[in-house]
């Protein structure tokens, strides 16, 4: 409703103001000149010539006060359209804070279940692949008779690097808690699970290889 006043105030009450005055001065002005000549002819032509630089004029200014309401209506749409940007862009600041957030929390619950109680027994078969990495036939050995303890070992960090892999935690956040242990376990059972793969002609523990190609150093 308020655009609608100030169109109504530019297209009709203005001009109408404006072109009543001049053409008030208009008159006034012929009037002055009939008295001053006495020629009723020239007075015409003057009044002729009056009317015509009246209507220019009154043309001009009306342009002019569009044109300004023209340029202040685009100023006020620009307005609203980077305010509208603004919120968008926050908007999506705040999907990105908490998409981050979530990625970072999942992250931190893989620490808290490697760390949980329940895991003691997979933290300590890892702690006995790594202790005989040096002896090929000690190791061949414990992993043979404890088969299933080595696979649910393998299976967490597969469950790991497989989030990882698919965006599905903070991967940075994931690699300082558990870089130590994927690259140390790779390197201790690779042979030992190409071995596995042979055996179930299957690609196991593929993602976990893949985290430890991302995070070995070169």
Known sequence: MQATDKISQVSIHFPIRFSAVAALVLVLLTIVFWAVSGDTIETLVFFAVGAAATAQITTAFFTARLLGFQISTRDAEIEREQRADA???LRKQREEAHDAFLLR???IRFGERWNHPEMREARATLRS???KNGDAGALD???NENKLDV???LNFIEEMATCCRHGLVDEPLMRKQFDYVVCKTWRSLSTWIDGQRKA???AIWEDMEW???QWKTP
């Open 105 to 107: 929390r999942e992250a």
């Open 200 to 202: 179930s002609v299957d």
């Open 151 to 153: 696979n649910h070992v």
């Open 129 to 131: 692949i790594l202790d």
């Open 141 to 143: 050995a414990y992993l």
């Open 211 to 213: 985290l430890y190609d």
């Open 87 to 89: 919120r968008e862009e």
